[in-house]
Nanobody, 116 residues
Framework: QVQLVESGGGSVQPGGSLRLSCVASGIFFSVYAMAWYRQCPGKQREFIAFIAIGGGTNYADSVKGRFTISRDNAKNTVYLQLNSLKPEDTAVYYC??????????WGQGTQVTVSS
């Protein structure tokens, strides 16, 4: 059974930082690309960041230069470092596993709230 579990969310002031983690089980993690998405209140879920099997990365323009995605295959974990947070970054953040020919798997999400 595939399971993705996010953690690390919380409340932070504007300009602050958080590090989100997503631990995967039930998959051979190193052969999956991973991605982070978020869903802001009242909006559709949107792409944030992607990391390929080989470590190549891609970001949404809205977070480029502020967020960093990374992975640790030994720990079956993908991270999202959030810096210079803004109120508009408030959302539920989700991780997703990606592999061609296989079903995408989603975590349950972790809430990030940016407010003064």
């Amino acid at each position: 059974q595939v399971q993705l579990v996010e953690s690390g969310g919380g409340s932070v002031q504007p300009g602050g930082s958080l590090r989100l983690s997503c631990v995967a089980s039930g998959i051979f993690f190193s052969v999956y690309a991973m991605a982070w998405y978020r869903q802001c209140p009242g909006k559709q879920r949107e792409f944030i960041a992607f990391i390929a099997i080989g470590g190549g990365t891609n970001y949404a323009d809205s977070v480029k230069g502020r967020f960093t995605i990374s992975r640790d295959n030994a720990k079956n974990t993908v991270y999202l470092q959030l810096n210079s947070l803004k109120p508009e970054d408030t959302a539920v953040y989700y991780c997703k596993s990606v592999r061609s020919g296989f079903r995408d798997n989603w975590g349950q999400g972790t809430q990030v709230t940016v407010s003064s």
